[in-house]
């Protein structure tokens, strides 16, 4: 994994898995507001800088071959729906 980019994945139903990317911060913060986020992943209250913290890390673990987190999303480049991730 440490030695090629993050894969973008074609999904059956029209959407695709592409890597994080610091455009979607606000997304990604903005989803850790709901109610039913907060019960089933505990994410905390994330602001805008600490969502792109976290896209970074995620990028960073990739590198480093210790999870694979993924974007849900429209394809070519459509902002996120949704999260998916393999972890050791």
């Known amino acids: 994994m440490s030695q090629t980019d993050q894969p973008v994945f074609a999904l059956a139903n029209g959407l695709e898995l592409r890597p ?5 911060a606000k997304v ?3 989803s850790c507001q ?3 986020v907060q019960h089933w ?3 905390g209250q994330l ?4 969502a792109r ?3 970074v890390r995620w990028e960073k673990r990739w590198r480093t071959e210790n ?3 993924w974007a849900i ?3 070519g480049g459509g902002s996120p729906v949704g999260l998916i991730g393999l972890l050791p």
């Open 67 to 69: 999870a694979a987190i």
């Open 20 to 24: 994080w990317c610091l455009d979607d």
């Open 53 to 55: 913290d976290r896209i």
């Open 41 to 43: 992943n505990r994410p």
């Open 73 to 75: 999303a429209e394809p």
């Open 34 to 36: 709901d109610a039913d």
């Open 47 to 50: 602001s805008l800088d600490d």
């Open 28 to 30: 990604l913060a903005d």
